[in-house]
């Protein structure tokens, strides 16, 4: 694994919820983080078959146009009773607009009366040099999904997610908290062990 050791490097997000969970992440690394939104970078269409082609794809695209070391992250929500979806396309049950509220109805509506809600989230994590290197890191967290949604912190699916080994949701729980059990969390501790020590 290649070892990070620049001071910047541009999250290949507009997500405003990731920017805050990673910006936290590496702050202990002396890290400036700036994301794609905030210099005005277009979005790539998210075109891959799995989560890893598109952290990949996103993640090149922010260094093609930045010249800096970048950092994308897909993830999904992984529902047993789904066979697995929405996978890589959870973000499109929100909608264009990113109505998580509307996402959850949609999740809740396909799993009916289904005895069976476990779920795990995933996340994937790319980091991209201006070279064209790449690594990539998987992470995850098993749960199942409750309704009607509980909590008011977070985002996304956080409100009918209750990890595994707790009765609250992700959005009952501090940012802190909830960031230091996540999947990002998962994945990025993986990525701070190979790539930020």
Do not use: Y
């Amino acid at each position: 694994m290649r070892k990070f050791d620049g001071n910047k490097l541009v999250l290949a997000t507009h997500n405003q919820g990731k920017v805050g969970e990673i910006v936290e992440l590496l702050q202990p690394f002396g890290v400036t983080v700036v994301s794609a939104g905030s210099l005005g970078l277009q979005a790539p269409e998210e075109t891959g078959a799995t989560c890893v082609d598109n952290a990949i794809l996103k993640a090149r695209a922010a260094t093609e146009a930045t010249g800096l070391p970048a950092l994308a992250d897909d993830s999904g929500l992984e529902v047993r009773a789904l066979n697995g979806a929405p996978g890589v396309h959870t973000a499109d049950l929100a909608g264009p607009q990113r109505d998580w509220n509307l996402a959850m109805r949609r999740i809740n509506e396909q799993l009916g009366s289904a005895a069976d809600r476990r779920a795990r989230f995933v996340s994937v994590l790319a980091l991209c040099w201006p070279d064209g290197h790449c690594e990539v890191v998987e992470g995850e967290v098993q749960g199942t999904l409750v309704w009607p949604p509980r909590g008011e912190i977070g985002w996304g699916f956080d409100p009918m997610f209750i990890p595994a080994g707790d009765t609250r949701t992700f959005a009952e729980m501090g940012q802190a908290e909830k960031n230091a059990r996540s999947h990002r969390a998962d994945a990025f501790g993986k990525l701070v062990d190979a790539c930020f020590r």
